[in-house]
């Protein structure tokens, strides 16, 4: 196993099987600060990770996905997970869309105790968002070791 297949491997095992994991994710706002530097925003998110995607159920209208849609370059961080990463966030559009029944079905298993409560799936801005992962470092045992994933050319190195 090479060590791209085992940081794919650790994460998995972290963050798959069906769990929903709270991820911190980062955008860039769509006002720049008083002197016009890009500000970021950052908030709690429910997530479902398969294969180097990260899936939330999101509105279509909320403030990051407008902010995604202006600037889809975005970051994470797993407190708990020792996991920090950058990829591009893409709006799969409206839950009920045929294309997003798969990825429906896995969402709605991973998040059952809420999702109804929380979602609208009825109006179109119920939507799926996709985090795809271009990036990130993976922190085993307090820096003990490092592995840095290129997920984009499926590399990886291993720092310890």
């Not at 990051?64 to 966030?89: D, H, L």
């Not at 709605?108 to 996709?130: G, H, I, Q, S």
Request: proline share 2%; hydrophobic share 40%.
């Amino acid at each position: 196993m090479n060590k791209y297949e085992e940081g794919m491997a650790i994460l998995e095992e972290k963050f798959g099987g069906g769990k929903d994991n709270i991820v911190a994710l980062a955008t860039i706002a769509l006002e720049p600060t008083g002197d016009g530097r890009p500000r970021p925003v950052v908030r709690d998110v429910d997530a479902f990770y398969e294969d180097g995607v990260f899936y939330v159920v999101t509105w279509g209208e909320s403030s990051k996905m407008r902010q995604i849609a202006g600037n889809n370059e975005i970051a994470i961080a797993v407190a708990m997970g020792w996991f920090t990463a950058s990829g591009i966030g893409e709006n799969l559009g409206w839950a009920m869309k045929p294309e997003n029944a798969e990825i429906r079905l896995k969402l709605r298993k991973a998040f059952e105790r809420w999702y109804d409560m929380a979602n609208n799936e009825d109006n179109e801005n119920c939507c799926y968002l996709a985090i795809r992962l271009t990036q990130g470092i993976i922190n085993i045992n307090h820096h003990e070791k490092l592995y840095h994933m290129d997920f984009a050319n499926k590399t990886a190195t291993l720092e310890e």
